[in-house]
């Protein structure tokens, strides 16, 4: 885990209020793992003051690579900074996905798709190729990282919200039927997206399924320091808490170890 | 220049000595370990550790922070692994580190303080103990030690009792006269104070319609809350003849700079570690060059310099 | 859409009704005309001008303010023109405008006070008093009233014997129980309470090693303490009946709804307009937008909707 | 008056961390008068907070222009602004210059320099011309800001700290020969620089010469609503105060209105 400050290679705006933004970071392109993070400092000032979560869209030789939408204060000014600039950052940070054997589903929603390329890629690396389900609001938020999956080959559906692309509706309605297909296999499920979504894959996979999950929650440290992170555990866990801290003992959890909210 | 003419080291009170006046905020810095790649553990001041309770505590339901403006309201609760499992497994590496160890206890009777403190006397490798009187978030017992001075005065004289460590008692700044609780900390016995901890504040989600924090409110830290600090430490150092460690804010070493110049001893870096977790060694070479650039070899000469006629 | 649909009346006691709860808070709106051309005084919920006293005060010396982090420190010392020239000079224009006149007063005595309550009885225009029984400025007298509930509760019920207008009684931060001043000002007849009025605090030169502010502490406002200020209007709305009035930080629409939610009736926007004197536009017009967007006709019916349970 | 977010037209780097920052502001620009100043927010989250008080420097057809130098949040943030961008601005503010018979002496240092040119110019317009006096620290100072003096016919003389450029020293030791050269006549002396330039200025002036300073303070509103901005009077005013408020009675003063400390 390293923090320091690192050349901005690209900052691009892929439509719909998103971006994809690289930086020259050798350290953490090296070490990290599909599902990890970084956490980023936005801006010079002190306000905003925390630094903000990021998951690893692609590392790549020298290059870490962010997927992030413009939503607040932090994302504004990320948006705004430009190729040769420096970026304070702090990774890899948290856990990983773990690579199980078995077909493989990889279902994502809105920014929840960024740790999903790199874990595709690395699954692609080692000879698995997954199904890949995306969702997206409408097409332009679709169009925004649909391509950077499409170079991957492989099973790729999609659907928006509003049917301006691919099938109406939510993408995880396609997820029985895909599981159905193999029946008898042992499917691994990897989602990553908004909370009722992951909620809802967990709902469906908890028929036999092994499921892994990547939570989002406020973060002021993402190294274990402040215990602000934490997620209520379904059990209570061997240290005799009932809570998860997602910088910690995630972002990725097994779906069953996560006590879902309606 | 030689680095070496500037002495930084700094007694803070009961026969503690520091190399240099930066230490780390409780519950700011975990248990040291989580930034040993990231900042060199052993040049600090001291160490303060997460606050220690008799048994471990769970903490509160999420959500427990969010940011403010210039600062970040926390609601965790007091979570921590209890008295056996510190002494068991987080006092082993810390004892490693050749920084002082500061460990901050919080209980919730004064009967649990003592506990605690009788406790942590018996363990190598503490060099004081920090007595948080003072937390927000800790709905029974706590609160009132930390707003009223009878109370605060009898807790600090019984822990005094319970350990020959040093003893440093931490004040909340929810109070109208801080000079009252800094004056009942040393009548009973405190060998230095530390303030400030949290402001309770909190924040509503204006769509969900309800607090962010389960707790509802929260104590607020960073830079928002360093005028309050700073006038705190000011008035405390005024009150008192033991040495006051200020707390609340510290961000750069200009920041640390003010609070000893108003009468602190050492400071505490709290809530910036999160965003620049190698914050304490700039400010110390901060610090270190303000003094070479103002021909000052030695640090405590600088210690509430700013009070002139005051 | 219809924008007059959306219905943002209220009552902030004592009859006294708004057309919408956005205010200005005293002491940062001037008396009124120097925003003339910035914004639609006459569309204002309130203007409330700075504190008047008996007799003029020229203030404190220089420096008297200073940025801190997301706030400002200010040390006026209560600069005004006093209650003769204010009426002659300054209420003649304020009293053309459509928006109710609010007129913040403060005094060295139970004496003044109650003379100026009195005097402002007599003129026509003027639709509420709000008493600064908090001022951290002034050295003697005033600071006491904003700490101790007894004293509170003597001059609320002093001032109120003394006049016949609505009532507002602007409490001070640097309390340790915000709930008790509020009980005391309700106890002493006020139809309203405001808060906060600034917390206490300092900023030290680093390079002259000295106070920043002549005054050595001043009053810190802005968005850094709007989590303090919404805790406490919070608490505030549990303790009393009376309407409760948001101050502290609102710089935005989002800041006045979540103070609405916690409690308050109305709010005021103080340091805000120094920065953004279009500031109170926007944020009427947000709540405006708040409440058309989810379908809410009645602003009263959104006073406290996050207390739910509480 | 008027706030308004308005395009920047330019944001030239001059040097020794000045800049010069044109703004399309026409109703600032027709108003505004030599001696006059805006507030400008210079970032867009809550830190800082303020707005920044400048000098307006040149005030042509639907422009005006600031010269500013990068000292710390605020400046720093404006530097970094480009042609394009919108600023939010306050003004025109203040009181102004009060141009006077006789034969007049404009002396500045670093960017106290900013308003002078303005008045410079109005002068030329009204047919004086004006001795210019002009202080720098060294040369890449003086450089940044000289060129703009250098364009208008006249005497203009200069000095830098270190004797990089002009003479070595400080400028203001040219001044009691320059009131020398014609000891008969009224001259009108026009100050803007550091405080200890004005007041040996002042100290000068006070043996017969009318003297107008323009003052710096910390201000937070810059209309006169937050009373923070100001400076001690040398005797009583009218209102019974003794205290002056820059951003309303003045910035300009007279040298005799003030208290000049030591
Ligand atoms: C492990 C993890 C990985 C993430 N990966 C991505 C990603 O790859 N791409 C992407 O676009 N987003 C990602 N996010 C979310 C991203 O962190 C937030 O969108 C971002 O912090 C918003 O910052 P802002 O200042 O623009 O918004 P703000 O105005 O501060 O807030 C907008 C919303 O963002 C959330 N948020 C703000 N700060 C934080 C924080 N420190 N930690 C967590 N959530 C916060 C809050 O819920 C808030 O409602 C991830 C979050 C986590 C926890
Ligand atoms: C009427 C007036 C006209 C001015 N004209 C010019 C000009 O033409 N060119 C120029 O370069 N500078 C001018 N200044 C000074 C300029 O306002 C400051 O340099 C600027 O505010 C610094 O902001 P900062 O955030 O970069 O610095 P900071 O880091 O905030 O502070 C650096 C120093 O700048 C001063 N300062 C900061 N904020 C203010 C404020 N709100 N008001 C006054 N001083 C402040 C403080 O003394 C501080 O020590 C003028 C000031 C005044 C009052
Ligand atoms: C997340 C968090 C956890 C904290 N936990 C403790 C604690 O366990 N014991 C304690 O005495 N103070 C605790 N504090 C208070 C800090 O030690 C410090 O007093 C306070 O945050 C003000 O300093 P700062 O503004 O530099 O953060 C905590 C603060 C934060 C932000
Ligand atoms: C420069 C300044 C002057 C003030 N003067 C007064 C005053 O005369 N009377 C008063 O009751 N409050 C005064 N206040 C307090 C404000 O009305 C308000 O309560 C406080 O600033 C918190 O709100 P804010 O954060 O929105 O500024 C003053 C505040 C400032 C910044
Ligand atoms: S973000 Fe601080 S402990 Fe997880
Ligand atoms: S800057 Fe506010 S009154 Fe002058």
Request: charged letters at 20%.
């Amino acid at each position: 885990m390293i923090q320091a400050k690192r050349h901005i290679t690209l900052n691009e705006s892929l439509g719909a209020d998103i971006y994809r933004l690289s930086i020259q970071a050798p350290e953490i392109a090296a070490a990290a793992q599909a599902g990890q993070f970084i956490m980023v400092k936005t801006g010079m000032g002190f306000d905003p003051l925390l630094r903000r979560p990021f998951s690893i869209h692609q590392a790549e030789g020298d290059e870490i690579q962010i997927l992030f939408k413009r939503l607040g204060k932090g994302t504004t000014l990320l948006s705004k900074l430009e190729a040769g600039q420096q970026l304070d950052i702090l990774g890899p940070l948290g856990n990983a996905f773990t690579l199980q054997e078995g077909p493989c589903c990889l279902i994502g929603g809105g920014m929840g798709v960024a740790p999903l390329l790199f874990l595709a890629q690395t699954m692609r690396s080692r000879g698995t190729t997954p199904h890949i389900l995306l969702g997206a609001r409408n097409k332009a938020e679709l169009m925004a990282f649909l391509p950077a999956f499409q170079a991957l080959d492989g099973s790729l559906r999609y659907a928006t919200d509003d049917g301006s692309m691919g099938q109406r509706g939510f993408i995880i309605e396609a997820l029985p039927a895909l599981l159905a297909e193999d029946d008898k296999a042992k499917w691994q499920v990897y989602s990553c997206g908004p909370y009722p979504m992951m909620r809802a894959v967990a709902a469906i996979c908890q028929h036999g399924w092994p499921c892994q999950v990547s939570m989002e929650t406020m973060m002021a440290c993402g190294i274990s320091a402040c215990l602000g992170c934490t997620i209520t555990a379904r059990n209570t866990n061997r240290k005799g808490g009932k809570y998860l801290h997602v910088c910690q003992d995630g972002p990725v959890f097994t779906a069953d170890q996560i006590e879902w909210k309606s | 220049m030689n680095d070496n003419n500037q002495d930084l080291r700094v007694d803070i009170g009961g026969g503690l000595k520091l190399n240099n006046p930066v230490m780390t905020a409780s519950g700011t810095f975990g248990y040291g370990r989580e930034f040993e790649s990231l900042t060199d553990l052993d040049s600090l001041g001291a160490i303060v550790v997460k606050g220690i309770s008799l048994r471990p505590r769970p903490g509160n339901p999420p959500p427990r922070i969010v940011e403010t403006a210039c600062g970040m309201l926390n609601a965790i609760g007091l979570e921590n692994v209890g008295l056996e499992a510190f002494i068991k497994d987080k006092l082993p590496y810390l004892k490693g580190r050749k920084c002082p160890l500061i460990v901050n206890i919080l209980g919730d009777s004064i009967e649990e303080y003592r506990h605690l403190a009788a406790g942590l006397d018996q363990e190598e490798g503490i060099s004081a103990i920090e007595l948080n009187i003072s937390c927000p978030n800790v709905k029974k017992g706590g609160v009132a030690f930390g707003s009223q001075p009878d109370l605060a005065r009898e807790l600090t004289s019984t822990v005094r009792q319970a350990t020959s460590l040093p003893l440093i008692v931490k004040l909340s700044p929810n109070v109208s006269d801080i000079g009252a609780m800094a004056r009942a900390a040393e009548a009973g016995g405190a060998n230095a104070v530390s303030l400030i901890n949290t402001l309770i504040g909190m924040a509503i989600d204006i769509r969900l319609r309800k607090p962010v924090l389960a707790n509802i409110t929260g104590g607020l830290s960073g830079p928002a809350i360093k005028p309050v600090a700073l006038r705190m430490v000011w008035q405390a150092a005024e009150a008192v003849h033991i040495p006051v460690i200020g707390i609340g804010g510290i961000s750069t070493w200009q920041d640390a700079m003010e609070f000893i110049l108003a009468g602190a001893s050492a400071i505490q870096v709290g809530t910036a570690n999160f965003f620049n977790p190698a914050g304490v060694d700039e400010i110390q070479s901060g610090i270190r060059r303000y003094m070479r650039e103002n021909n000052i070899n030695q640090f405590h000469t600088l210690i509430g310099a700013a009070r002139g006629g005051k």
